[in-house]
T-cell receptor, first 109, second 119 residues
Framework: GQNIDQPTEMTATEGAIVQINCTYQ??????LFWYQQHAGEAPTFLSY??LDGLEEKGRLSSFLSRSKGYSYLLLKELQMKDSASYLC??????????WGAGTKLIIKP | GAVVSQHPSWVICKSGTSVKIECRSL??????MFWYRQFPKQSLMLMAT?????????EQGVEKDKFLINHASLTLSTLTVTSAHPEDSSFYIC???????????????FGPGTRLTVT
């Protein structure tokens, strides 16, 4: 079966760094997405990785290792507005997105 | 660019009535649109995938006759919840793919969602 695993909840301090991990087992791989979702709102795109390595975009970095079926999202200089759920999604061989359950990130002052 | 709108943003209806939700890609042609449902504190659940001009592909367990999907043009898809019941109350989100930028065209752009409450 297809499976995406990520922690249910994480807590971090304002100004700090947090790493949210995602492991996956899917039928085929056409890229991994990270989305941010605030409560009651639709997801918004953060990053896309299809090749191994680190992609950096401002305070946000996303890493992929296809051989390990592993990705992480790194958020630096955390702000209170970063409190949200972070969804990991893998595009399988049929170009369907397989979604993780999301990681709720709580930022404390 | 790559904006998806959804209407209405929220709706309350009586049990047994039907509700139509519209999803529009405003500045790109969406070859594929997706309909998701999300219950509180749960992940997105894909309901169906629709390609313009063809029948939607429904996920296992989703009733085709209850959730009618029409993708009549490259910028509009509709989801009609027929004979709605309280258990259909949920957050319905559409997304569209086929934008001119982003992730080699694989990125899904999400609408703002529609919160349906059936009383």
């Amino acid at each position: 079966g297809q499976n995406i695993d990520q922690p249910t909840e994480m807590t971090a301090t304002e100004g700090a760094i947090v790493q949210i991990n995602c492991t996956y087992q899917t039928s085929g791989f056409n890229g991994l997405f990270w989305y941010q979702q605030h409560a009651g709102e639709a997801p918004t795109f953060l990053s896309y990785n299809v090749l191994d390595g680190l992609e950096e975009k401002g305070r946000l970095s996303s890493f992929l290792s296809r051989s390990k079926g592993y990705s992480y999202l790194l958020l630096k200089e955390l702000q209170m507005k970063d409190s949200a759920s972070y969804l990991c999604a893998v595009m399988d061989s049929n170009y369907q997105l397989i979604w993780g359950a999301g990681t709720k990130l709580i930022i404390k002052p | 660019g790559a904006v998806v709108s959804q209407h209405p943003s929220w709706v309350i209806c009586k049990s047994g009535t039907s509700v139509k939700i519209e999803c529009r890609s405003l500045d790109f042609q969406a070859t594929t649109m997706f309909w998701y449902r999300q219950f509180p504190k749960q992940s997105l659940m894909l309901m169906a995938t629709s390609n313009e001009g063809s029948k939607a592909t429904y996920e296992q367990g989703v009733e085709k006759d209850k959730f009618l999907i029409n993708h009549a043009s490259l910028t509009l898809s509709t989801l009609t919840v027929t004979s709605a019941h309280p258990e259909d109350s949920s957050f319905y989100i559409c997304s569209a793919r086929g934008g001119s930028r982003g992730s080699e065209g694989y990125e899904q752009y999400f609408g703002p969602g529609t919160r349906l409450t059936v009383t």
